[in-house]
């Protein structure tokens, strides 16, 4: 059984920057939410480690293909998408 993560100083950011992703039209994309995933701005699961598991991924779907600034550090306002509030770290 993997080692449980103190919920402390959650969530954290992966990242002071947001990523610039291409998504594909109908898929669902998962948003990590706690920002412990080596996948960002994706979730890879690692969430399940943190105590008490009180985070879990946004789930996300494009209706159609663009362009889409996510998120890194957690902080945003409007998550999955990034709404500058990671100047103010
Ligand atoms: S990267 Fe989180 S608000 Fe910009």
Excluded at 39 to 48: A, M, R, T, V
Aim: charged content about 25%; some cysteine.
């Amino acid at each position: 059984m993997e080692e449980m993560i103190p919920n402390e100083g959650f969530p954290i950011a992966a990242k002071k920057e947001p990523c610039c992703v291409q998504t594909e039209a109908g898929k669902t994309y998962a948003w990590c939410t706690c920002g412990l995933s080596e996948k960002q701005p994706f979730c890879d699961g690692k969430h399940k480690q943190i105590e008490g598991k009180p985070y879990a991924s946004l789930k996300v779907t494009f209706e159609e293909a663009k362009e889409v600034w996510l998120c890194q550090c957690k902080q945003s306002k409007n998550p999955p998408y990034c709404d500058g509030s990671h100047n103010q770290l």
